[in-house]
């Protein structure tokens, strides 16, 4: 006798993270909250996993879930949460230092 299975409810859909660059692997989303099952994250060049995925390098990760049924409940559809990004960080050394100080003349910048 075949037995229905009932649907997922999701609570809290996963949100991507706007992060900098810090040579430290980074989460890129937060978790997926539903009441049943378990919650798959993927990006471009990860499979689906059940952990908060997580970066080092700086660039665009698309994300996208979806919530694995078990014996009660059915599998959700796949949901594109959007694309966390790890900015690039700004090498400090190259950060122009003024010997002196400047004004504008209205077309360019001059030094006093």
């Not at 991507?16 to 430290?24: D, G, I, K, Q, R």
């Not at 692997?25 to 990006?43: E, F, L, M, N, R």
């Not at 690039?88 to 910048?109: D, E, M, V, W």
């Amino acid at each position: 006798m075949a037995t229905d299975k009932s649907d997922i409810s999701i609570y809290s859909y996963p949100k991507v993270m706007e992060l900098n660059y810090n040579t430290s692997p980074q989460k890129i989303h937060t978790v997926c909250i539903s009441d049943a099952g378990t919650p798959q994250y993927i990006t471009t060049d990860t499979s689906y996993q059940s952990n908060i995925i997580e970066k080092t390098d700086a660039g665009s990760y698309p994300v996208v879930f979806y919530v694995q049924g078990d014996d009660e409940h059915n599998s959700t559809i796949a949901y594109d949460v959007s694309t966390a990004v790890i900015n690039k960080a700004y090498p400090f050394n190259s950060i122009p230092i003024l010997k002196s100080p400047i004004r504008f003349t209205g077309q360019s910048y001059n030094p006093i």
